[in-house]
């Protein structure tokens, strides 16, 4: 399966694979999806085809346009770039064999002065 050139530097995608009649992407996180000219259709698949192609955007397509609109979803695949590209789970031990989960709260993660996220989608209005 070729590598994604992802020229943007920032794309969710990481490999591609194309047939005649479908493509199948790989994202960074190991899930994969398979997307056919019967889900979700000619137009968006040809479109990705020319996106992946391209090296640029096609994250975001899919992001914007295709959305669940796949045709099946496979096994996600154990690949070393997903370590490489820091997806792992802070729960997964790394190398050494030690987790890091719960090494880091959130309030030590954010950098000093910067305000405390409630988890709301926008700042709360001062009363």
Known sequence: MPRYRNLDGHSGVLRFETTPDSITLTFVDGDRYVYTHARPGRADV???KAL???GRGL???VARQVRERYERKLPAEPSPERARAGRIS???PDASGSSAAGELSAASRRRPGAPI???TSRPRRPR
């Open 46 to 48: 040809d479109r990705m």
């Open 52 to 54: 992946a192609q391209a």
């Open 59 to 61: 994250s975001t397509y």
């Open 90 to 92: 802070a729960a997964e």
């Open 117 to 119: 996220r409630t988890g």
